[in-house]
C-alpha cells in the first residue's frame, strides 16, 4: 500500500472522529467553544487529508519543523555502486538502482536526403516504444569541460609573469623581455578567446531502473534491464550503445558537472569585466 | 481525475458534509457563523486543491516564504519552479518546462501525407533548435510501453460511447458541427484501434526539458533561468510543442528522477495529471 494512503485513511479516520464528538456528544458534556475547536481541527485534518494524495511527503516534515526552510531530507540523493556503472539510492526499505546508456548516434540531418529523415524520426518512435518498463530516453546539450585547459593555461601565466619579473629584476636585455611579454600576450589572448563563449556537447542516452531488497539484487536487475534495451537499440539504429560509468555519469546528474567550474568562472569572470567596462 | 483521487475527495467531501450537519451543535449565535465561515474555507480550499493544486501550492509557500530541501546541498526555491544547488559560490539553477511532443509520436487524425511531412522536418527542425541554444539543456523523453489488450478495450469503449453520442445526436436533430465534432473523435478512436491492430505498441510518454542556469547569487541564477526557459519556449514553439513551465511536486518528482525512475507504469501516472 502506498504510503500516502496510509496518511489518508488515518488523517479521515481522525477527522470523521472529531466531527463525530462534535455531533454526538451533548452540550452539557463538551461546551460549545470546545466543540468548535474540535471542528476547526477536524476540518484541518480533513483538508490535511485530502492535501496527502500529493502531498504526502511534505506533511511530516512540514509539521516536524515548523520552519521556513523545510528539510525533507539531509542526506545525499544517490551513490555510486562500487562497480561505478549503476547510481544507487534508498527508497523506504527498498534500493533503487539507475543505469545510464550512452546512444552513440552522429548523425545529422543537413547530410541527410528525405528518406533518410522519415526514417530516422521512425526508428527514434521505435526507440521510444522499446520497453514496457519506464525508460528515460535524453538529449542533452552541455557545456564541454574545459577546466584542465583553462588552468594548464592560468599556470603558464603565472610561470611567463614571474619569467618577466625575473628578467626586469636582472636587468636582461630588451629583446629577451620582449619575446617573453610577446609570450605572455600569446598565452592571455588564447585565455580570453577560451573564455569568451562555451563550447557544446550533445549526448544522447537513455535511463533504466530497478528495485530490490538488496542493493547487489536492484543493481543485477537495472544490469539485466539495461543489456536488454542495448540490444534493442543495436538493432534499431545499428551503433554500439555502451553503459555510462564512473566520472561520465556524473555529468548527467550533478548540474555542476553540466558547465563545469573553471570553464563557467572564466566566463562569469568575462561577464563581469565587460559590465564594469 | 483518477479513481484514487475521486475516492479521496469524495471522502473529504463526506466529512465536510458531516461539518454542515453538526452546525447545529454549535449554538445559534457567533460559534455557528465561524462553522458556516470554516466549511465553506476547507471546501474551496479541497476543490481548489483538486483542479489547481500545483498554483495553489506554489502561491502558499511563495506567501509564507517555505524552501524545501529535497536533498543534501539541493533547494527548492519559494515559488516552486527552481532547483538551486550552490558549489564553491556558483548557483546553479535548474528549471523543467513540460514538452509533449505528440504531433510526431501520436498521430491521431492528421492525413498520412501531412504525417510524414512532419517526421521529415522534425530531425531538421531539432537540429536548428540545438544550434541556436546557447546554454545546456535536457529534453527528455520518458517512455513506457502499455497492456496491449487492456488500451484496446479502454478504446473500444470509448468508441461504443461516442457511437451512441452520435445516434443520440442524430435522433435530437443536432446541429451539423456537434455531429462533425463527434465524427472527428470517432475516427480518432478509430485510428487508434487500426494501428494497434496493425502492430503498433501503445505508449505513456511523459516528456519534459529541463535546463540549468548559473549565477553568483542565489538571483542571479534564477533570472537567467528565466531567461533560459523563455528561450527554450520560443525555440520549440516551431516543433508544435506546448510548453509550460512544471511548478510544485511535479518539479520535485523531476528532480528525483535524475537518480531514480519510477519502476512501473501506476507509479508514473500517479505522479503527473495536471501539468504534463
Known sequence: MASYVGMFVGLILASAVLMGI????????????????LFFISLVLDAMAFTSRYYSYLIGPLLKHRKKHVILSNENPYWLAQ????ILRKSGENFIATVYISIPLYRSATEMEDDEKLDFSQQISRLVGLSKDPVRYTSELYVMNKDSYIQKLKERITMTENEEADLQSK???????????????????????????????????????????????????????????????????????SIITGADLLRFVEPEYLLPISTVTEQISKNIQEQVI | MDETKLVFLLFSLIIVLFGFLALHELGKGILYYIGVLLLLITTLFILAMNWIDAKLFSAITSILGITFQPAKDYTINKHQNAVIKEVNGIFYATGYITANLFAYTFREESAPEDDEEKMISAPELWERIVMNINFPFKFHVLASGLDVQGIRDELEGKRSYQEFQLSRAMQNNSNEVTLTDIRRRMNMIQAKINRISQGEKPIATVMYIETTAIGVSEKAALDALDAQVNQLRLSFSSMDVETSRIIGRELYSLFNFNFSLPTGMKELSTMFDNQS
Open chain 1, 22 to 37: 462534535v455531533m454526538f456528544v451533548p452540550s452539557l458534556l463538551l461546551p460549545s467553544y470546545i466543540k468548535i475547536i
Open chain 1, 83 to 86: 562497480s561505478g556503472d549503476t
Open chain 1, 171 to 241: 636587468d636582461a636585455p630588451k629583446n629577451e623581455l620582449d619575446r617573453v611579454r610577446g609570450k605572455l600576450a600569446m598565452w592571455r589572448n588564447m585565455l580570453d578567446s577560451i573564455g569568451k563563449g562555451f563550447s557544446f556537447e550533445l549526448s544522447t542516452y537513455m535511463t533504466v531502473s530497478a528495485t530490490g531488497v538488496k542493493e547487489y539484487e536492484a543493481s543485477s536487475l537495472a544490469q539485466q534491464k539495461a543489456k536488454e534495451l542495448m540490444s534493442g537499440v543495436g538493432s534499431i539504429f545499428g551503433v554500439p550503445p
